[in-house]
Every structure is written in structure tokens, then in C-alpha cells.
């Protein structure tokens, strides 16, 4: 089923959904098990705090950046938040990185093809030249969906999830 979705950035206040979702163990599982020490970052969960006294400063300086882009991604249907995307740019290099990221309880309905449509769409919008993103080998429906929409694979690098080797792929999309 393809689901019909907008892109929408937060108002500092709507930040609620973001620390629901960084706070949720079965969302933030794909972040579990690193060996990266920042502030709030929970190794066991890959939960990150984001507690309210951040949102404001958050908003004004993250989302007022001209080389950020974050958005919700807002199920026009619903009108549930169903996940987030963003990517950063650099602006000598015209590259950026991006990540997207479904809610736990909407995985596997089909909001990941259509969000990602969007923010390619943004990319080109912003400059973007080239939109990147390191995915581990083992999340094979997310990479098919980043080679459907013209992402190419450039490299791999080994990383280690709960001490274990995991091959990540470097994947980018020319735009
Ligand atoms: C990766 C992620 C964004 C996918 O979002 P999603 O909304 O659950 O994905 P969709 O429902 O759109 O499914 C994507 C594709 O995978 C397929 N798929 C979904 N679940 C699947 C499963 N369990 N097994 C096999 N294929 C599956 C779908 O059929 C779809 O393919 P299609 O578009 O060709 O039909 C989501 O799982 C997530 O947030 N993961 C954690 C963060 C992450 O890995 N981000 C991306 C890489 S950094």
C-alpha cells in the first residue's frame, strides 16, 4: 500500500514526537550497541534523552540552520506523525548526509518509499548535490528501497553492534 504523506518541520512544541521516538527501545533499536559515547546516548536501548528543556534551543538552532533539513513525516490520512528524516549539508562539498527513521509501530506499512521521495525532493530543492547514507548490510528492505530510488553503493566500512563486526554500506544518490 502506498501511503500518502507530507513532510512537515516541527514547531519547537510538536518536539514531543521526537523524544516519544528517540525514547522508545523497539524504534531506536537500530542505534543499540555502539561504542560512541554522547550526551543522553543509552548503549543498551540506542535510546537518546531529549528531554523538553532542550526543544526550544533545539528548534532555534537546528531547525533555523540553512544547511539542516528535518521534517516529520506526517501521515496525510491519519494525521499521525509516523516517523522523521533530515539531512545535513556541507555547504562547500554540496554533499549531505541523511538519515530517515519510521515510529516502531508503523514499520511495514509502507512509509518508507514515499517519505524518502519527498525528501529527495528537498535535496535538489536545498543544493543538495550528492545525499548520503551508511546502512547496515543486514537492513536489507531499507537498502532495497534506497537502490530502488537510485542510491548507489560507494563502500563499506566494518562497525561493531553489542561487540559483534557489522558491515556498513556507504550508499549515495547523485541529485
Ligand atoms: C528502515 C525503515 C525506515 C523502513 O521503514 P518502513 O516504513 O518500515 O518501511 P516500508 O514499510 O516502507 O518498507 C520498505 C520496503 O521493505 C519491505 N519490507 C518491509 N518490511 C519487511 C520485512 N520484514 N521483510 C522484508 N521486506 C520488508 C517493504 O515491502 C518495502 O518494499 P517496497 O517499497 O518495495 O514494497 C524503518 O524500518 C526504520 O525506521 N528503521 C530504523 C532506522 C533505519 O534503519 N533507517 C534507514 C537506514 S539508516
Redesign the pocket.
Known sequence: MKQKVTLHVPTAQELWFREKCMSDPL?ME?NAGYDVSYEGYHRDTGCIDFPEYKWQDWAETKLTNPNFFYAYILDQTTGNF??YCNFNKNPETGKATM????KSE????????P?MELLLEKAKEKGVKTLT???PET????L??FF?LGFEKVGEFMSKKFDQPEVVAEIERRI
Open positions: 524504534t537500530y509516523v516517523g538519515g530517515i527513521v519510521i508503523f514499520h511495514g506499512k509502507g512509509y518508507m518509499r517519505a547514507d551508511t546502512v537492513r536489507e528492505h531499507a532495497k528501497v530502488d
